[in-house]
């Protein structure tokens, strides 16, 4: 039952999670085309903050603590599939990163990128995330 349960909640975890890594490059793209001191601006600039520190950033961390339980709970330390996507969760904790950062630029008003370059961006969480998913459902044995 317990391992249901942090199932449940690693899933919930990692729904809020990918939601808000999919959106914000979305929101940089429009950013990007907004003139600096614009009211649609100052507007994105509300926006990423919340969506970054209300939802990305816990969504993340319980995604790592209820993922890490369930590896503890299942035993899947030595599992190759588990640590494949370790490295790949990783992946996407530094996407998560990477975008951090470039919301403080935005919000210090000194992004220099066009909106096209987010565009590309808002993608690699999807290729990361069908990865992963296809590394837990399947569990694939290497060796």
């Known amino acids: 039952m317990v391992y249901n349960v942090l199932k449940?909640?690693?899933v919930i975890s990692v729904i809020a999670w990918m939601a808000g890594l999919l959106y914000l490059p979305r929101l940089f793209v429009y950013h990007a085309d907004a003139p600096v001191g614009s009211p649609q601006?100052?507007?994105f600039k509300?926006?990423?903050?919340?969506l970054l520190r209300g939802i990305m950033n816990p969504a993340m961390w319980a995604v790592w603590i209820f993922g890490l339980l369930l590896v503890w709970q299942g035993e899947w330390w030595r599992a190759g599939w588990w640590q494949m996507k370790f490295g790949f969760v990783i992946g996407l904790t530094?996407?998560?990163?990477?975008?951090?950062?470039?919301?403080?630029d935005f919000a210090a008003?000194?992004?220099m990128r066009p909106a096209r370059y987010y565009r590309w961006w808002n993608e690699v969480p999807t290729l990361l995330m069908?990865?992963?998913?296809f590394l837990a459902v399947l569990k694939p044995s290497f060796g």
């Open 109 to 111: 008003d000194k992004n």
């Open 41 to 43: 601006s100052e507007t």
């Open 130 to 133: 069908i990865v992963i998913v």
């Open 8 to 10: 449940a909640l690693h």
């Open 46 to 50: 509300v926006m990423e903050r919340r």
């Open 94 to 104: 530094f996407v998560h990163h990477v975008y951090a950062r470039w919301r403080k």
